[in-house]
């Protein structure tokens, strides 16, 4: 409690008075799951006249004089008033939306990476070809690559400088992740098929603090990320800085077959010699915020950068000893957002420049020794022929969200969000040099989305529905080698409209039941058209794919008892998709192409319990779906009815933790978790192909690993240190037919925060 003036000479003695009760308060901190978070501490000004003096004792009346007044009665002390708010986490938990919303505070201190925390929830399934900057595919109730928009802030991945791909970001940097599953909220103004796995960062920039982790493991393994920010002054402009390092050998040993003295194939455990990756970037951001006319502005720039050696083909049975591909980005974002009364505008711009190098000039033969065998008689290693190509792509964005509130309870959206992209490229090494360089191409794509939805929440909040339209603008040309070498100008403009509705009811203490749908609309990518200059060719044929996407959940939360928090979810979907666009081709080549038709359905649950207190949590989820293809025409219509081929089916997950506070010291804890992970075996190809024992196949898997993590919390800092067993089996395992994962691994990590 604070008394002062309520103004001086500078209008501020009140004000300033509580600011400085405020700066000297000490409390426990907020706690989320048993961890400390940190938290706003908000003052609230309450001005009431001083309390009337107490009543003196006055001598006794004589006769003649009045009769004193009766004092009133004192009232009684008001009760006091305790208000609990959700945290954003909770809040989209609690939505309409059919969202799945990762908090990675406990994740962090460990050594994990985000490919491996997406890979322990349910409805994802994350496929690697090897270590760390190995490609990676993700899938989300079957489908899969762009069918799965991935942002950061809201920004397309790709435009922000976080490296090769989701699975590579620093986790660090994730304050949570949210999943979007199957039905999209316009405000992304994204036109994804199958979802939105959307990061979220940190974006604290009040006062000043910094960070650093530093992570050290098997296969020549380190990572580094920083972080730092400045506010000048109570209301002043901030800085924020960030980087990452991250550096493997990914020299891990694989089983394959080599040549004996004689000539003949033997089996053989060999470390890989060619599939290092390195990787370095960062981001400066300025700007203002708590303005008249801005709740925050800010402009940031990103600059970053990756190498990756290849090791192999796409089945693991020719090692390459040359090919590199490298990629740097360069861009800026500017963010504005603003809310007035019961208008609110929220809108980003930036735009991104992309040079990808690919290099296959190998004039050798390698074997899985990495030794030299013969010369081969034309360079390059991935198809016979040279390589040394760059591409460049040039990019921009802009998102502008506007919401206007109508009444309580009732809100009115919309979303415009343009995206442009030019590609241009030269390959220095044609077959022959009179022919035309088939990458000095013009190619331009550019799309628009639009959208409005309205929200209404009625029956005291019991009931929230979200009912929205959006729709979906395509404008792509491209020249074109055609036959005799002349060239040809194609294009496509291609217009869609889609719509959909979100429902959440809660229809007793919580309990909540969730039901959405979308007609969604996804139109090609420029990779997808284009080819990735490596392994994967242009097809310029490409239609949009659009799917009938359907959830339907039940969800419990006990909230805190005696025992402890339980919760648990199941969540039933559909996917009926049209003109589905998947990867297909050979060993050498890939291509993307319509399958025509392709129907997944399936259902996902998880279970969760936290002790009381949070000295002990168990987690576990599971995944059934069926993906199959459904069209009874076109290159795959002899295989209607088969699933479809190379990704996971059934798979779940089981998580345990264990944690001590204050065992040598206040403010001390130590952690120790285990998690498990099982996959069941599926067909690398088409299943009605082929004898049931000839069939290649990914088989059934399951892997654990275990964690042990020490943490101080003091006024000024937090530090934390843990190790962590990766693979604890040392199981041979695989995500891609042919193609091995690492082994047992030992990564240790630590990280500080002030």
Do not use: C
């Amino acid at each position: 409690e604070v008394e002062a003036p309520a103004t001086d000479a500078h209008g501020r003695a009140f004000d300033q008075a509580a600011l400085d009760a405020a700066k000297g308060l000490r409390f426990e901190p907020a706690r989320l799951e048993g961890e400390p978070v940190a938290v706003r501490v908000r003052y609230v000004y309450v001005f009431e006249p001083p309390a009337a003096p107490a009543a003196s004792i006055s001598p006794t009346p004589t006769d003649t004089a009045l009769p004193a007044p009766a004092v009133p009665p004192s009232p009684p002390p008001e009760r006091p008033m305790v208000v609990i708010g959700l945290s954003p986490a909770e809040a989209l938990r609690r939505s309409a939306e059919a969202v799945t919303v990762i908090e990675t505070e406990p994740e962090r201190r460990a050594s994990s990476d985000l490919g491996e925390v997406l890979a322990r929830t349910e409805g994802v399934a994350l496929q690697r070809a090897g270590g760390l900057g190995s490609g990676t595919r993700f899938s989300l109730n079957g489908l899969t690559g762009d069918q799965i928009r991935f942002l950061v802030d809201g920004v397309p991945l790709e435009l922000t400088g976080f490296g090769p791909g989701i699975a590579h970001v620093p986790l660090d940097r994730v304050a949570r992740v949210e999943i979007y599953r199957g039905v999209v909220p316009i405000r992304f103004g994204a036109d994804a098929l199958g979802g939105v796995v959307n990061l979220v960062t940190d974006d604290d920039i009040d006062g000043t603090g910094a960070s650093a982790a530093y992570q050290l493991g098997s296969f020549g393994t380190h990572r580094v990320s920083l972080a730092a920010h400045h506010r000048f002054g109570q209301r002043g402009p901030f800085v924020r800085a960030d980087g990452f390092f991250d550096r493997a050998d990914n020299d891990y040993p694989i089983d394959v077959e080599v040549v004996d003295e004689r000539g003949r194939p033997r089996p053989a455990t060999v470390r890989r010699f060619h599939d290092d990756y390195r990787a370095f970037g960062g981001g400066l951001e300025v700007g203002v915020a708590e303005r008249s006319w801005a709740d925050r502005l800010s402009l940031r720039a990103f600059a970053t950068a990756y190498e990756k050696a290849l090791q192999h083909n796409a089945v693991m049975t020719r090692p390459y000893g040359e090919p590199v591909f490298g990629r740097a980005s360069y861009g800026a974002a500017l963010r504005y957002r603003l809310a007035v009364d019961v208008w609110a505008v929220d809108g980003v711009a930036g735009v991104g420049h992309r040079r990808s190098d690919f290099e296959d000039l190998g004039a050798f033969v390698y074997d899985w020794r990495g030794e030299r065998v013969v010369p081969r008689r034309t360079p390059g290693e991935l198809d016979g022929q040279p390589h040394d190509r760059t591409t460049w792509d040039d990019g921009g964005y802009a998102r502008l969200n506007g919401a206007w509130t109508l009444a309580e309870g009732h809100t009115l959206r919309a979303i415009v969000a343009p995206t442009g992209t030019l590609r241009s490229g030269t390959e220095r090494r044609k077959v022959k040099p009179t022919d035309r360089d088939p990458l000095d191409l013009d190619r331009r794509v550019v799309s628009l989305v639009e959208g409005v939805a309205y929200a209404a929440e009625v029956l005291g909040g019991r009931l929230e529905n979200v009912a929205f339209v959006k729709g979906y603008h395509h404008w792509a040309d491209s020249e074109d080698s055609a036959p005799g070498g002349s060239i040809r100008t194609r294009s496509t403009d291609l217009h869609a409209v889609g719509f959909g509705d979100a429902l959440r009811l809660r229809v007793g203490d919580g309990v909540t039941v969730k039901a959405s749908y979308e007609r969604a609309t996804r139109m090609p990518r420029a990779d997808e058209l284009f080819g990735d200059t490596v392994l994967v060719v242009a097809n310029l044929d490409l239609q949009p794919e659009r799917s009938d996407n359907v959830n339907l959940g039940v969800g419990v939360d006990s909230g805190g008892t005696r025992a402890g928090r339980f919760r648990a979810e199941v969540d039933g979907f559909a996917r009926l998709t049209d003109d589905l666009i998947v990867l297909w081709g050979s060993d050498q080549t890939l291509v993307y192409e319509n399958v025509y038709g392709a129907r997944s359905v399936g259902v996902q649950g998880h279970v969760d319990w936290e002790a009381p207190g949070g000295w002990a949590a168990v987690t576990g989820n599971v995944t059934w779906q069926d993906f199959r293809n459904v069209s009874d025409q076109g290159i795959f219509g002899d295989f209607e009815g088969d699933r479809v081929p190379n990704r996971p089916w059934l798979f779940a997950h089981v998580g345990a933790r264990l944690r001590a506070r204050g065992l040598l010291v206040s403010g001390d804890a130590l952690s120790v978790a285990w998690h498990t992970r099982y996959v069941h075996g599926f067909f690398r190809g088409w299943e009605s192909i082929g004898a049931a024992g000839s069939k290649q196949t990914v088989p059934s898997q399951q892997v654990h690993g275990a964690s042990l993590t020490a943490r101080l919390t003091r006024d000024r800092y937090d530090v934390s240190t843990g190790v962590e067993v990766t693979n604890l089996t040392d199981e041979k395992t695989y995500d891609f037919f042919g193609v091995q994962r690492p082994g047992r691994a030992l990564y240790w990590k630590t990280t500080m925060e002030l």
